[in-house]
């Protein structure tokens, strides 16, 4: 099953108290305690916890941290501390927001309970598979009748392993109706749960499709879709969002074209979109020939938002799709190296249109065999564009290079004078350059204006290269003067070194 979403934080400052509840505050506590010591002087007044004495602002504080991760009775278990304590904890709505429906026989009392301690804060919903084991229908029909009343306020919506029916009664009542506040649904589907139920039921069409199920939620903004389909129509159409994820195994055995033509239809759909993950599926099941990866002829599509584009796929399905985009914002493809890759069909676009001219990373490919730890270096077709492709790259931060030919320098590109912010350089199973020329490259970044100099190198050869072409320990020696050479632990990168 998926990861279990933790509870949003309670210190949202529209439903946090600026004054602690009157009938149990600290102070008064402390008034009444000295007017009865002046009536009874014999008995010694009694001061108030130290944790009692704590003003409600900070006590919210501290509540709110300690909610974060913690059981779904947390509320209920610090309501029962103390007398005052429960006067502060019934006074945060936002400390009963959560509705985490993962039972096999849901706490409805409890359920309801948070429902009416809530208040008219915003509403976050989880429901798992276990109510829906031996009990699907009357559970799936209290579950509604519960939480849709109160569609007004719900801010997340998260269907986990649900069954498919229950999966799709639940979404076909949603679309009937209006969450204006709705910011995030997720919906996770397993294989091993994706199957057609023996529940009969009569009042869903055998034709169900899931195209306008998305529709009446104005500030919907996140969308996780992960359960498998095996035609793109069947998804839901993806509007206005500005993050998107389509699930691992959504897709099955989709070709290139029509996944392009896929991406390109969801960034038509959502103009202000940020962050879009895809995964095609599976890469061992299926990888498109050259023929189906190289030869689509689609027009450029321009977005404008778009600033991480991750699709957990072959370099060549990748490629395929950046070579039809042009995306003035976009940052970064990936933050896992192998999958990042791009093939070098890439640089025309990127050299013609200067079509990524805020990226931060990239790690481009020959024609290799992603079977192989250590496939052959080659040429590619391209190669002409690779360097006014890099010299487009003028915000890149991380350049590698994997399994590229470059011909004994002809195709080296100048690294030593473009790419002002660049930091780290890699050559992976490269041929055709000399260490010298890597050198050189160092040398004139430390002494040029307005260019940083490298803070990493990192050069693997292949295992066939020539012993004259290989990095000697004296030209070791000589690069670990300036940066940090060939260390293992500085082979991946974050997201975090892109800035």
């Given amino acids: 099953m998926a990861a279990q979403p933790l509870p949003r934080t309670t210190l949202d400052p529209k439903y946090m108290s600026s004054e602690a509840p009157r009938c149990a505050a600290p102070n008064e506590t402390i008034q009444e305690t000295t007017a009865r010591s002046l009536e009874h002087p014999d008995i010694q007044p009694r001061k108030p916890t130290p944790i009692n004495r704590l003003p409600f602002d900070i006590f919210q504080v501290i509540i709110a941290i300690c909610q974060e991760g913690s059981e779904t009775t947390f509320p209920f278990t610090v309501s029962h501390v103390s007398r005052l304590w429960r006067e502060y904890v019934l006074s945060m709505p936002l400390l009963w927001n959560s509705l985490h429906i993962s039972q096999s026989v849901p706490q409805w009392e409890m ?17 798992g598979q276990p109510p829906f084991v031996k009990s699907a229908i009357p559970h799936l029909r209290k579950i ?38 709705l910011q995030e649904i997720q919906v996770f589907q397993s294989p091993s749960h994706d199957r057609p139920s023996r529940l009969k039921l009569k009042n869903t069409s055998p034709h169900w499709s899931a195209t306008d199920v998305l529709r009446g939620f104005p500030n919907l903004d996140s969308v996780k879709w992960t359960s498998s389909v095996h035609d793109v129509n069947a998804l839901p159409t993806f509007r206005n969002l500005k993050n998107l994820t389509i699930g691992d195994g959504t897709l099955s055995i989709i070709l290139s074209l029509p996944f392009v033509q896929l991406i390109h239809r969801i960034l038509s759909d959502s103009p202000s979109l940020e962050t ?25 599509l321009t977005h404008y938002s778009l600033q991480r584009l991750f699709i957990e796929s072959s370099d060549r399905v990748r490629s ?4 039809t985009l042009i995306l003035p914002k976009l940052r970064v493809f990936s933050t896992i190296y192998y999958q ?30 992603l079977g192989l730890l250590e496939p052959t270096p080659s040429f590619h077709s391209q ?17 590698t290079f994997r399994a590229v030919d470059f011909d004994n320098e002809r195709w080296l590109p100048d690294v030593g004078s473009c790419c002002p912010h660049l930091r780290w350089l890699r050559f992976v199973f490269c041929t055709g350059f000399t260490v010298h020329s890597i050198r050189l490259i160092v040398q004139t970044r ?42 293992v632990n500085d082979f991946g990168h974050t997201e975090l070194d892109y800035r």
């Fill in 276 to 300: 879009l993950t895809i995964y095609p599926y599976p890469t061992s099941t299926y990888i498109p020939t050259d023929g189906e990866a190289t030869d689509l002829q689609l027009p450029t």
């Fill in 111 to 127: 359920l309801e309970a948070k429902l009416e301690r809530s208040g008219q804060a915003p509403l976050d919903i989880y429901i």
């Fill in 320 to 323: 395929a799709a950046i070579r």
């Fill in 446 to 487: 430390i002494h040029a204006d307005g260019i940083n100099p490298l803070a990493v190198l990192y050069i693997q050869h292949y295992y066939n290269a020539p012993l004259e072409d290989r990095v000697t320990e004296e030209d070791a020696a000589w690069f670990s003067k300036f940066l940090k050479f060939n260390q």
């Fill in 383 to 399: 190669m002409p564009f690779l360097r006014p492709a890099i010299q487009n790259l003028t915000n890149l931060r991380v350049l």
């Fill in 144 to 181: 509604m009748r519960m939480i849709f009343p109160h569609m007004g306020r719900w801010r997340t919506l998260h269907l986990d392993d649900a069954p498919y029916k229950i999966r799709r009664i639940l979404l076909d009542q949603i679309k009937a109706k209006s969450a204006p506040l």
């Fill in 340 to 369: 990042n890759l791009v093939d070098l069909s890439c640089c025309n676009i990127i050299a013609r249109e200067n079509s990524l001219p805020e990226l931060r990373a990239i790690s481009m490919a020959g024609d290799i065999d």
